[in-house]
Each structure stands twice: as structure tokens, then as C-alpha cells.
């Protein structure tokens, strides 16, 4: 006989509740709208298709002057683009430590060929702007290239302020671009990519973007589009300066990802009839009913927030320390199996130390509920000590 605690998902009636940072709950609208058939590529339906993502992801960006260049590839695969068209062989950038991400962005830069300075992480804190600052008045030669910040890191679940980054790096005078990976923010907290001076901006589908994985994009300005002209770097399918065309097929190098396409529309649709000021109130809330939840659990000594400060925490995702001799992926198990509710492990150091409650996209109170109490009974068939009252903090919370 099987162990009830891990009845194989088939088993069991009901959807699963997906809570990790993403991929998210894809929306019925943006799942039926990638489920039409595709247009030829000369159909201007297409053309018009494409022109409404450019145009909708711009107005969430909160840019009135960047070209917005997208990919058929996942978030990695912006990195890449910016990377190759912004810095040449040997040149650095100033990565800015705040969790595994900003460190992945840094590895990669280097497999690139890039050298990958760091300002130094500080674990469950917000990036750090004075070392910014510091590290660019050091560079009297002006050798770096950018500062690449992470606005949300999805492991750690810590948000940074981008536009002290950009204040810190004009009080420097050095004149390196800022590029930002929005990936795990855009959709779920307030971006402004003109007014923050940000030079270019890189996000992705599976997130707060209510799509499933495989379509990202770079919104480039002037200043780092001229930049990326000047670049020795040889490259072709990423080259920003063939994808700014009016020619679909050199917009996609090749043929667009339409269904992919047609689905970010339709979230970008969704988002601007619920109407962004709402959408972030609403992911603002729903993060305090986890963190009020977490609290709760807390007091039975075993779990607790990893971002201590309020301030700090994202709006996308919820990261939560648990003590040695947690069986923390056990427990992930249980929920996914048992009780329906899939949630994201630690990554990188975190790694069996963490798990992550992601609530982001569509995400509204009923759903984080029902997602709370999955967890709950999950650490208490688990045997791991939780205080009670979790769920009553989370409806509180929804009502402050």
C-alpha cells in the first residue's frame, strides 16, 4: 500500500494550485487565446498582433522612448541578448550582489567572455546603492560597461529600489548603463523604466506576465541601442539593431512565436482592464496575507520570514527559512502530492534551506487561501512545528 502522504497527484481529483514564483497560473482568457490557429506571415492581423504586445509591454515598463525587442526564449535568453550586444570580450560589468540571480547573471556575463565585477550580497537584504556608488568611483578608467541590477530576485524574495541605483551611479559620475532585470516584477510592482533612467529593461512571460515560459524581451534605449552599434561582439540571432525592423521576420529572426504572442496580448489585456494601480494593491495584499501566515507558522520555532525587512519584501514571492532537520523538500512533496499545492525549493546556497510561496499573476485572495492551507496541512503532516492561526492572519491581513 502506498503512503497517504504521497498518493501520486493522478490519483487525486481537482486541479493543482501552482505557487512558485514560475512558472505561474496561466489565465483561462490567455490559454484560450494561444489555442487559435496561426496566420500566415504576410496576414497584417499578425502585424497588429505583434504591435500590441510591443505597445503593451512599453506602457507597463513605463517607457514612451525604448524599442521593445522580444525573444522566443525564456528570461536566460534576454540575458544572453543583452550580454552580447552591450558588452565586448573582456570588458566588465558591475553586477549588483542582492541574491542567486544577480550571481547567475554574473556567471553568465562571464561564459560570455565578460569580466563580472560584484558588490558584495547581503543575505534576505535589499541590493546595496553606496556600493554601487563606490565600486564606480573606483573605475577612474571607466572600464565598466553597465551595472546589471536585479529589481526582484526570486530566491530570496528580496525587492531592490532601481532608482536609488540610478541615483547612486549619476552621484558617481561614471557614465556605465543601467540594466535592470524585471523578470519576477513586471506586472506585480511598479516599474518606471524613463523616469528611473534605466537604459535597458529585461523581463519574461512566465511570471506576473500570466504566460507560460518560453517568450522574453528587452526594452532598449537610445543611449544603449548606440552603445550596442559600437560593440565589436559578433552575433545574429540577438542582434538588437536586425530586430528593430518593420519586417516581422527580422523582428523574430525568423518566424514569430504566435501562439506565445497571442497569449501575452491577452495577459497584457487582462492586466490593463483590471487596471495597474489595482493590480499592484492587489498583489501588495496578498503578499501580506503570506507574510502574515508565515508569522504565524513562525511561532512554532521551525520557520521564518529570510527578508526581515518589510520594506524589502517582494510582492512576487514569499521566501521562508526553515531550521536544520527540516526535511524541506519532503514537505514539498506532501503539499504537490497529497494536497495539491506545488510550491518553489531554495536555489543556489539556499538550497534544503528554503522554500518559496510564489503569488504573483492572476493570483487573488481565495486562490492564496486555499494555497495557505495546503501548506499548512503539509507541515503538520510533515510533524514540522507550526504555530496556529495562519490562515485567520491571512484573511486579517486581506482586510487591513
Partial sequence: MKDSLTTPRAALAGPQFLHTPGPTHVPDAVREAMGRQCMDL??????????????????????????????????????????????????QVLVAGSGHFAEAWAVHAEAMGATALRTP?????????????????????????????????????????????????????HPALLVADVIASLGATPFRMDDWGVNVAIGASQKALMGPPGLSFTAVDARAMQAAQANPTPRAYWDWAKRK?????????????????AGMRAALDLIAAEGEEAVFARHRRVANAVHAAVNAWSQGGALKLFVEDPAARAVSVTTISVADGVDVEAMRTVARERFHVAVAGGLGPLAGRMFRIGHLGDVHPAM??????????????????VGDGALQGAVKALHE
Avoid at 525592423?245 to 514569430?256: A, I, M
Fill in 245 to 261: 525592423s518593420d519586417l516581422l521576420y527580422r523582428k523574430f529572426c525568423g518566424t514569430p512565436p504566435q501562439s506565445l504572442l
Fill in 368 to 385: 492564496i487561501l486555499g494555497a495557505l492551507g495546503g501548506v499548512d496541512a503539509a507541515l503538520r503532516a510533515c510533524g514540522i512545528p
Fill in 121 to 173: 550580497t547581503r543575505p534576505g537584504q535589499a541590493l546595496d546603492p553606496a556600493a554601487i556608488e563606490a565600486a564606480l568611483r573606483a573605475d577612474t578608467a571607466h572600464r565598466i560597461a553597465a551595472v546589471f541590477a536585479v529589481h526582484t530576485d526570486t530566491a530570496s524574495g528580496v525587492t531592490s529600489d532601481i532608482a536609488a541605483v540610478r541615483r547612486a551611479m549619476d552621484a558617481s559620475g
Fill in 42 to 91: 504576410s496576414d497584417p492581423r499578425l502585424a497588429d498582433l505583434i504591435a500590441d504586445c510591443e505597445a503593451g509591454l512599453a506602457r507597463l515598463l513605463g517607457t514612451r522612448h525604448a524599442d521593445v525587442l522580444m525573444y522566443a526564449a525564456n528570461g536566460h535568453g534576454a540575458w544572453e541578448a543583452t550580454i552580447a550586444n552591450l558588452v565586448a570580450p573582456g570588458a
